[in-house]
């Protein structure tokens, strides 16, 4: 499974963006999906996740509210729609996929990793 993320940008606090990630392969539908986030010197954090049929979604508490994360399995493509963001939010968000299992918000549950992209926001 390839995935490739985009939709990175400078954007002023308070605005909004919306992430894309495309996969690969004809199975899209058969995997769980998931955003994370990882600033300068700090771990990787879970954003959000969506189950394989989009009826479950799940958001860490510093962007519950605010993120909405959706998927079109016609066209192998999973969203993180943002707004209302802030400074914190600055980091580089990966989507992933969680092949086996349940959703999960652990990174090591997730098999495959997209490349990144960068969201800045300033204050």
């Known amino acids: 499974v390839q995935l490739q993320a ?5 954007v002023q606090a308070g605005g909004s963006l919306r992430l894309s990630c495309a996969a690969s ?3 899209f539908s058969s995997y769980n999906m998931g955003w994370f ?11 959000a996740a969506i189950s394989r049929s ?9 962007v519950k509210g605010r993120f909405t ?3 079109d399995n016609a066209k192998n ?3 993180l729609q943002m707004n209302s963001l802030k400074p914190e939010d600055t980091a580089v968000y990966y989507c992933a996929t969680e092949v086996y ?18 969201v800045t926001v300033s204050s």
Not at 37 to 47: C, D, I
Not at 54 to 62: E, H, I, L, P
Not at 101 to 118: C, K, R, V
């Open 69 to 71: 994360i959706s998927r």
């Open 6 to 10: 985009c939709g990175g940008g400078l």
């Open 25 to 27: 392969g004809r199975t």
């Open 101 to 118: 299992g349940s959703i999960s918000q652990a990174f090591g549950e997730y098999d495959y990793w997209g490349q990144g992209t960068l």
């Open 77 to 79: 493509t999973v969203y």
């Open 37 to 47: 986030r990882q600033s300068p010197g700090k771990e990787r954090e879970f954003v």
């Open 54 to 62: 989009g009826d479950s979604t799940y958001y860490a508490d510093s």
